[in-house]
């Protein structure tokens, strides 16, 4: 059986992780510098996240978008390597015990299990910047960075250590998310939907009526390199898990690419049925929702189910984002949409297009990762909002977080005057 980033492939991974210190070889060391490449582009998808973000919202606030995003990744980091990989990969039933502050690995000098660590960090920092983007605009910095630490260092490595550790439950049952259709975007999308739900929508997103006000974002082409960005790293967040620098890494590629293909086409398509223009923002998180879909099985699918998953994913993100509006639900890019609902897509589609995989074995993963994530966000959330205060004053989301919470605007030759039009 292929290594696959699964709970047997990390168990093969870490097994050999000491013989490799050893004595190592050609392949090992080329496992070695493949995730070290594949880190690198995962790191990378943190600047699509600012881009999209920053792009898909408005003027007043993309220097805050991106502290958000800077910090993501410092904090989520350190407190990642203090605990948080031990919780998830340590030893352990309910969540892993051993191995804090790497110190196995930096005692015995294991390069290969201190470079499965660098991919990991990478993932835990995606998972809490999936949130980012369902908050923004109103929440604030400190009650953001709070939360993200929360979910990068406990949410995130105890359901991870369900599905991806040998001792997990759900790993025992053959349950299969290859590279974080569960364990990232489902978990980070829903968990992003407790957050924009405590938080309550942005002032005149929706009139007095209940009708949608559209809030456009302020740099459509920026949102567009953003989505490239994300195209380009989730090469290395889906190929880099196969955690070897081999053959296998082939299919994962082709399936990444028609996923994320037939996403934006569908996606596309759709918005031009429906009011006869291409709604390019709708297209940017078709290829998003595809991605994110295709990542469950993006090593056991078919190219052609790839292509069904993708489709799929594309019309499902152009349903669920006017659903959520109409529940009052404001999700300025659509996160929820593209990693909630596609990150539960694609672990049932696991089930339903592999005959390896049980569809009921995926069904309890996705049932379960969604209830996890409301629970420990609902819980999150409310906590921080009664101990630390977590939506910025009217005044503040009214001029903006950039001159609210920095001082400063990321377009100071631009400045626009705001009125308390949107209360109206």
């Given at each position: 059986m292929k290594k696959v980033f699964s709970s047997l492939g990390v168990f093969i991974f870490l097994s050999n992780v000491a013989s490799a210190a050893q004595a190592p070889t050609t392949q090992s060391n080329l496992n070695l510098v493949w995730l070290g490449v594949a880190s690198g582009l995962v790191m990378f998808m943190q600047v699509g996240f600012i881009a999209l973000e920053s792009g898909f919202t408005r003027a007043k606030n993309s220097v805050n978008v991106a502290t958000k995003g800077i910090l993501d990744f410092a904090v989520g980091s350190l407190i990642f390597f203090m605990f948080g990989f031990a919780f998830m990969f340590g030893k352990g039933s309910f969540i892993g015990t051993t191995n804090f502050l790497l110190s196995?690995?930096?005692?015995?000098?294991?390069?290969?299990?201190?470079?499965?660590?660098?991919?990991?960090?990478?993932?835990?920092?995606?998972?809490?910047?999936?949130?980012?983007?369902?908050?923004?605009?109103?929440?604030?910095?400190?009650?953001?960075?709070?939360?993200?630490?929360?979910?990068?260092?406990?949410?995130?490595?105890?359901?991870?250590?369900?599905?991806?550790?040998?001792?997990?439950?759900?790993?025992?049952?053959?349950?299969?998310?290859?590279?974080?259709?569960?364990?990232?975007?489902?978990?980070?999308?829903?968990?992003?939907?407790?957050?924009?739900?405590?938080?309550?929508?942005?002032?005149?997103?929706?009139?007095?009526?209940?009708t949608v006000n559209a809030i456009p974002g302020h740099n459509i082409p920026l949102a567009v390199l953003g989505t490239f960005i994300l195209w380009f790293g989730w090469y290395g967040f889906n190929g880099g898990s196969t955690l070897t620098g081999d053959g296998s890494i082939a299919i994962v590629f082709l399936n990444t690419t028609l996923g994320g293909a037939a996403g934006t086409v569908m996606a596309m398509l759709y918005s031009a049925f429906r009011t006869k223009l291409v709604d390019l923002g709708m297209t940017l998180n078709g290829a998003l929702a595809g991605l994110v879909a295709v990542t469950a099985g993006a090593d056991a699918l078919s190219p052609g189910s790839a292509i069904i998953v993708g489709l799929f994913a594309g019309l499902f993100v152009s349903l669920a984002v006017p659903f959520f509006d109409k529940l009052k639900i404001d999700d300025p890019v659509g996160a929820v949409s593209v990693h909630g609902i596609n990150g539960v897509w694609g672990t049932l589609a696991v089930g339903l297009f592999t005959k390896e995989y049980s569809f009921l074995t995926q069904l309890i993963g996705a049932v379960s990762v969604v209830t996890y994530a409301l629970i420990t966000g609902f819980i999150l959330f409310i906590l921080i909002d009664k101990i630390a205060g977590l939506r910025v004053s009217a005044e503040d989301e009214l001029i903006g977080l950039d001159k609210a919470e920095h001082g400063y605007s990321a377009y100071p030759e631009f400045q626009s005057h705001y009125t308390s039009d949107l209360f109206k």
């Open positions: 196995d690995y930096i005692t015995n000098g294991d390069n290969a299990g201190i470079m499965f660590w660098v991919f990991q960090v990478m993932f835990a920092g995606a998972a809490a910047t999936i949130v980012s983007g369902a908050v923004a605009e109103r929440i604030k910095l400190t009650g953001y960075v709070i939360a993200s630490a929360v979910i990068a260092g406990f949410i995130y490595p105890i359901f991870g250590h369900w599905a991806w550790s040998s001792d997990g439950w759900l790993a025992a049952m053959n349950f299969h998310d290859f590279a974080g259709s569960t364990v990232i975007h489902a978990l980070g999308g829903w968990l992003a939907f407790t957050g924009a739900v405590v938080l309550g929508p942005r002032f005149g997103k929706f009139k007095k009526d209940g």
